[in-house]
């Protein structure tokens, strides 16, 4: 006869399950979670991109008068891990973004589900770096204030709304968490899930169904639930990356002016329509646009370029801020006291970068 412990490890499984069994997805399937990349854009990613071509991308880059980056975050600059708020920008990384950011003619963010409370405390020191916050709830320019993207389109009590139907599935399984921001609150069970992948996925299929049900019966909350990677979040309707990218053009790049070279980089399903929204808005070909995913070769993207590890992404930043230093007949990075040509001394070269694809990190935040 099976062991007590067994016993209860087999009724916990089966009850989730049972308890999951009838969740719709978005596909309207019962029961199976999407394992492709969320619909965070109507229109699917359809294709796999080949590796990165660093060494275009740095000659592109540097022969070009304008230029705008957008980047992500977490799963991309920093590697993902269990707490987030353990997570801080390396000095060899806000050097090299200092550079980026203040090369004339560039226009450089950091577009994330991040607050901006957090990225004022760990970034807000790079004066030409401007950043989204929360999706684009919130923008800042560069040297200016926060900006409220979300005034008028929605009624705050979703996120009362949205912790309170979370709360019982912590239960469900018990190293999940709650986390919330101003206007995001997400459910996190990547820990959690270890050993109950499936009956996790299913239950966050359930609570992402149970939301939208409450938020599509009332309109005036302008709120949506998602689900990503081991996470679901509930934000506004009206924001994505991909609208902040686009607004962050409008901003930046006056009369239908276009930057002559864009560099985007994510890794998760909330950076696909910001890599949608730039291709379709600069018609760029790809020694002109370089928007990279983060992940593996055989996933599906509306990026024309992937690297595999956050520690290749940030490399080929490195190899883009020692290119325009170079260019700027100095070695050194203006401001902060440390010699550029050592700042990345643990990083790989462009050149060493493998091409076969690895398993994919899986990552909280975007």
């Known amino acids: 006869m099976p062991s007590p412990s067994i016993l209860m490890s087999l009724l916990f499984s089966l009850g989730l399950s049972l308890h999951a069994q009838a969740a719709p997805t978005q596909d309207g399937q019962q029961g199976k979670h999407l394992k492709n990349p969320p619909a965070w ?28 980056i957008s980047l992500d975050y977490d799963g991309t600059l920093t590697p993902t891990v269990y707490d987030p708020e353990s997570v801080r920008p390396t000095p060899e990384l806000k050097n090299d973004l200092r550079i980026l950011a203040s090369t004339p003619g560039t226009q450089a963010y950091i577009v994330t589900a991040r607050s901006r409370k957090y990225l004022d405390k760990y970034l807000g020191d790079i004066q030409d770096l401007g950043f989204f916050a929360e999706f684009g709830s919130f923008y800042k320019q560069p040297g200016g204030q926060w900006v409220d993207n979300t005034l008028g389109h929605v009624d705050l009590e979703y996120m009362k709304i949205a912790q309170e139907a979370m709360k019982p599935y912590l239960g469900y399984l018990s190293e999940s968490f709650i986390e919330t921001q101003e206007r995001i609150a997400c459910w996190h069970y990547r820990k959690a899930s270890e050993g109950h992948e499936t009956e996790a996925e299913n239950l966050a299929v359930r609570l992402q169904a149970e939301l939208n049900k409450i938020f599509k019966a009332d309109p005036k909350y302008g709120a949506e639930a998602l689900i990503n990677s081991y996470v679901v979040e509930v934000k506004p309707v009206a924001v994505n990356k991909g609208k902040a990218v686009e607004q962050l053009i409008a901003m930046e790049f006056k009369n239908g002016a276009k930057p002559q070279v864009v560099i985007d980089a994510g890794d998760g399903g909330s950076d696909e329509p910001m890599h949608l929204q730039l291709r379709e808005a600069t ?68 050149s060493s970068f493998s091409q076969e694809p690895l398993p994919p990190a899986g990552f909280l935040y975007e």
């Open 283 to 350: 018609g760029y070909g790809p020694d002109q646009l370089f928007s990279i995913m983060i992940g593996q070769t055989s996933r599906l993207t509306h990026a024309n370029y992937h690297v595999n590890t956050v520690e290749q992404m940030t490399s080929a930043l490195h190899s883009l801020a020692m290119a325009v230093s170079s260019r700027a007949g100095s070695n050194t990075v203006q401001g902060s006291g440390t010699d550029s040509s050592t700042g990345g001394g643990n990083r790989p070269s462009a």
């Open 41 to 68: 854009t109507k229109i699917q990613p359809d294709r796999a991109a080949p590796f990165l071509d660093v060494n275009l991308m740095v000659k592109s880059y540097t022969e070009a008068n304008s230029r705008l």
